[in-house]
């Protein structure tokens, strides 16, 4: 089975930011088409594949993307046209090639992830697979993940006095999909409606959480449990739990954190990580110590890589060689999957790979920046990883993969649900 597009082109387009991005489109010789969104993160890690922005301020501040467009135009489509292509990786390789950096920053990870996505579709279409069975592996079972639901937003994706950046409800103890997309929805109502009661703006953050005026993660935490009881759930892992992602690199300097007021060494952001997973159901904290801060990654991992997935964002990149040596060096215990960190669908099939040998778990994740794309609901599902975060079960773009996943559930053949054993 081959590929063969007949043009590719690109759009610039709008994210749910309202920054630009690309649409890329792909045509195949019999008149389909498959397209795909590009999503932008706003906490970024330093070695992500570098997304090209125009930095020509008289137009949307600087954050066009009429370079990338461009680029995808002009040299993406003349290499990835009028040829044959036997697999996702041949494609992705030459993507890789003509840019030539080692960091995707000539062409921009932005232009590549959007025509490397555009063609795994097509590799679906022509095998006449749904995306989710194409994209898994041989000697995986498919299974519908666990959403993720962010519902309490702050860091850089909120104007809040929360440090911390995500508050994730995870319904991992519910019997099936639908049953974990309608608990994630009715915590989530219930704590607007707690938040009202109590006086906080219930106004909601790039990812569809709210951002109420707390600065204690504690407090959030607490707030949390109190909507998932008063919902008429349990909390924990046979009922809803909770996932962090303080995303702490952003509140790194100088060898401190910074969270409500204080400043903390390691050492004791990792008590206070203890204190609340004593204290709440918390079973997953990604990026709880900042990028850069290895021996301190090391010391969380032997300290509570026991008791809690540690998932490693910032640090890993969806990179397959920093998640080896993050393996080898005993940091975390997970990886987050973000297609464009890595900026092609292979590396980040092959990152996933990585995840498995090692027995590492996997989350894939959306970014803050999103359009109404659903290739991720796809990926979770055909990875078989059990995870997936796509944001508060509001909002167009973050609501499109939840709805994704509740389409797939209803298609059948009957999947697996939950985390992978
Ligand atoms: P980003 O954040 O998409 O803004 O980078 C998401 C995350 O940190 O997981
Ligand atoms: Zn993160």
Known sequence: MTVRFSSMSAIE??????????????????????????????????????????????????????????????????ALTGRSFSSLDQVDDTLRALDGTANKSRLGANAIVGASIAAAQAFALEAEQSLWRWLTPDGVIPRLPVPHFNVVNGGMHAANELDFQEF???????????????????????????????????????????????????????????????????????????????ASSEFHRDGRYLVGGESLSSEDMIDRYAEMIDKFPVWSIEDGLGETDTAGWQKLTQTLGERVQLVGDDNFVTNPGLIAEAVAAGIGNAALIKVNQVGTVSETLEALRVCRESRYAAMISHR??????????????????????????????????????????????????????
């Open 13 to 78: 387009i709008l994210d749910s930011r309202s920054r630009p991005t690309l649409r890329v489109q792909g045509t195949l010789p019999d008149g389909r088409t498959v397209r795909a969104g590009v999503p932008s993160g706003a906490s970024t890690g330093a070695r992500e594949a570098v997304e090209l922005r125009d930095h020509d301020v008289s137009r949307y501040s600087g954050q066009g993307v009429q370079q990338a467009v461009a680029h995808v135009n002009g040299p993406i489509a003349e």
């Open 368 to 421: 803050s920046g999103e359009t109404d794309d659903t290739f991720i609901a796809d990926l979770a599902v055909g990875s078989g990883c059990g995870q997936l975060k796509s944001g508060a079960p509001a909002r167009g773009e973050r609501v499109a993969k939840y709805n994704r996943l509740l389409e797939i559930a209803a298609s059948g053949p009957a999947h697996p649900f939950g985390l992978a054993d």
């Open 168 to 246: 994730m409800i995870a319904p991992i103890g519910a019997p099936s999909l639908p049953e974990a997309i309608r608990a994630g929805v009715e915590v989530y109502q219930r704590l607007r409606a707690l938040l009202a009661e109590r006086g906080f703006e219930t106004g909601l953050g790039d990812e569809g959480g709210f951002a109420p005026e707390i600065a204690r993660p504690e407090d959030v935490l607490a707030l949390l449990v109190q909507a998932i009881e008063d919902a008429g759930y349990t909390t924990g892992r046979d009922g809803v739990a909770i996932a962090l992602d303080p």
